[in-house]
């Protein structure tokens, strides 16, 4: 028999602070992976994410939809295994600072890219600074454009020669 006590009754058991996988402290902000059992709330995973693609179009300046499948099945699986909201936003934050102004890399800002299966390279690379990685900035793409890239010759006048008009115009006979 199960004997219940009168009056009111106090808690003796602390309540764990779960810390996010697999970083340190917990510092208050809700940071849930599926590891976390409350995570296996539809509603909560919702919730989850619909704040990652809105924070990619926030940060990217684009326009993804939450209800795309694909998406979805992505975050989910990076969340069972183990990486947080705060993850998502680390890569997003990275990846926006490292393709955000190359136009040859911007295109994949998308959730294809950042949550595949290179999200935990992503996650643990070390920043870089674009503007003094002149191997990745766009003017290795205007490079690759010069013959050989030796700097081909402009017919400005600039150097003394002739325009591409006066070259014509002497081609033709017209001169």
Same mark, same amino acid.
């Given at each position: ?61 684009? /326009? ?5 499948? $694909? @998406? ?5 699986? %990076?969340? &069972?295994?183990? +990486? ?10 990275? /990846? ?5 102004? $190359? @136009? ?5 800002? %998308?959730? &294809?890219?950042? +949550? ?30 010069? +013959? ?28």
């Amino acid at each position: 028999m199960v004997k219940i006590p009168e009056g009111p009754v106090e808690n003796t058991v602390a309540p764990k602070v779960k810390t996010p996988y697999p970083y340190g402290e917990n510092n208050g902000a809700k940071n849930y992976s599926l590891k976390d059992s409350s995570l296996r709330d539809d509603s909560l995973l919702k919730d989850i994410i619909i704040n990652i693609v809105d924070y990619l179009n926030k940060m990217a300046g684009t /326009k993804y939809k939450v209800s795309t499948k $694909n @998406t979805q099945v992505l975050i989910k699986k %990076r969340l &069972e295994e183990g +990486f947080s909201e705060e993850d998502f936003k680390v890569v997003i934050d990275k /990846k926006v600072g490292e393709w955000g102004n $190359n @136009t040859h890399m911007v295109k994949y800002l %998308r959730p &294809e890219t950042l +949550f595949g299966h290179k999200f935990e390279s992503y996650l643990n690379q070390k920043e870089i600074n674009m503007e003094l990685n002149d191997y990745t900035s766009n003017s290795l793409y205007t490079r690759k454009a010069n +013959f050989n890239n030796y700097p081909q010759r402009t017919y400005d006048g600039s150097d003394g020669g002739y325009t591409l008009s006066e070259i014509e115009n002497r081609l033709l006979g017209w001169q």
